[in-house]
């Protein structure tokens, strides 16, 4: 016979009270789930990185004059690429060589300098540099591209100016349009103010999702699922109850990782930890919810663990704007990403970190997306859990 009335807050006070008494009663997994965030946040931010430095390119110099050597030592002096010593010699002597070691992976650039390379120069022809890329990597392939015209460009410019000084002219009195580039937030363009954030959110999914995948399967293969069945207590209450202490221990991993993130890999807080309090709330909220509703469809723990890596974790890395743009995806992806709580986290935590004056305001769409879809996985939940034996 089912339960008549309105959700009571007396029914969930003691459906929390249990599964907070269980939490505490397994002292290892608490310690296991407060320490995991800080190895994985420490361990993923010291290997996931968007710097790319010390390239090692090799250089085949046809020219071996002193102009051609300085442009080597300029892609050296940049601490973007480290050119390729073969055997202890500072140059590739002839191209074969050099594309056997990039077909080995031994090198990603080749820079050949053609001969009569100063030559032509100095009677003012215009000169072809050669610079062959492995693209089997586009992202490194395409930064490697850009250093490269950077550095090209700037050697060229000071023999321009060389040039210029030669004739007679001044170079000041030289109309030049140059810009002045502002970066706003990460001035230093840092990647881990970019990546720790990201990781928190991605982290803290998971996570989350985990704490109550397995909370009403644990029930259910412990043989206490009929002990719930003779209670009282509505479907929605119960859930409710436990969910409650999972948030309370998923806070304490997100203050415990914030409080690592800023102290040991020194990224800017510069939002409020008010605004942090109450916006975790909500994404724990949901992250949680989903969690409860892998538990109440699931019926084996390793079934809830596989399931929760895959709706969390991957989508998460994926599909949130951690690594790749959302505005890069083809429109039905997007429309897919929308769909993961990690998503507006992300944004939250990257704003809350890096931008002053953040508020809830500033987040209220990606609060109002974070709620309903908790609320969704909460019913749903709630709607999928029967207080009977099957």
């Not at 001969?115 to 693209?135: A, E, Y």
């Not at 990782?257 to 102290?263: A, K, N, P, S």
């Not at 505005?327 to 944004?347: E, G, I, K, N, Q």
Request: with cysteine; charged share 20%; aromatic share 12%.
């Amino acid at each position: 016979m089912k339960n008549k009335g309105h959700t009571d807050i007396r029914r969930i006070i003691p459906v929390y009270k249990k599964e907070f008494l269980h939490i505490l009663r397994d002292p290892r997994s608490l310690g296991f789930v407060l320490l995991l965030p800080v190895v994985m946040l420490v361990l993923y931010s010291y290997a996931v990185t968007f710097d790319i430095k010390r390239i090692d390119i090799g250089v085949v110099d046809h020219d071996r004059s002193r102009m051609s050597r300085d442009l080597k030592k300029k892609f050296v002096s940049s601490d973007y690429f480290t050119v390729f010593s073969g055997k202890k010699t500072e140059t590739i002597n002839d191209m074969d060589t050099a594309v056997k070691n990039l077909k080995q992976n031994r090198i990603r650039l080749i820079l050949a300098i053609p001969r009569n390379f100063s030559g032509d120069i100095k009677k003012n022809k215009n000169v072809n540099i050669q610079v062959l890329i492995d693209g089997s990597d586009a992202n490194t392939a395409s930064v490697a591209l850009g250093y490269a015209g950077i550095i090209v460009s700037q050697f060229s410019r000071k023999i321009l100016l060389s040039k210029v000084r030669q004739r007679g002219f001044d170079p000041r009195n030289i109309p030049v349009i140059e810009p002045i580039p502002r970066v706003w937030y990460n001035p230093e363009l840092k990647s881990t103010n970019f990546i720790v954030p990201g990781l928190i959110s991605v982290i803290m999914m998971l996570i989350a999702g985990l704490l109550t995948s397995l909370t009403v399967v644990r029930e259910k293969e412990r043989g206490t699922f009929e002990q719930l069945i003779s209670t009282p207590v509505k479907p929605l209450e119960l859930m409710v109850g436990k969910l409650l202490p999972y948030i309370v221990i998923a806070l304490c991993d997100v203050a415990i990782i914030v409080t690592v993130g800023i102290l040991w890999f020194k990224v800017p807080f510069r939002g409020n930890f008010i605004v942090l309090f109450f916006f975790s709330i909500l994404f724990l909220f949901c992250a949680l919810g989903l969690g409860l509703f892998i538990s109440s469809i699931v019926k084996t723990q390793q079934m809830a663990v596989l399931a929760t890596v895959m709706t969390t974790l991957l989508p998460s890395i994926l599909l949130s704007g951690f690594v790749f743009p959302i505005d890069s995806m083809p429109w039905v992806v997007r429309l897919v990403t929308y769909a993961v709580p990690t998503r507006y986290f992300l944004t939250g935590l990257r704003s809350i970190f890096l931008k002053e004056g953040g508020s809830v305001f500033v987040l209220l769409n990606e609060s109002l997306y974070l709620i309903f879809f908790g609320s969704v996985f909460l019913f749903i939940s709630s709607k999928k859990f029967k207080k009977t034996l099957e």
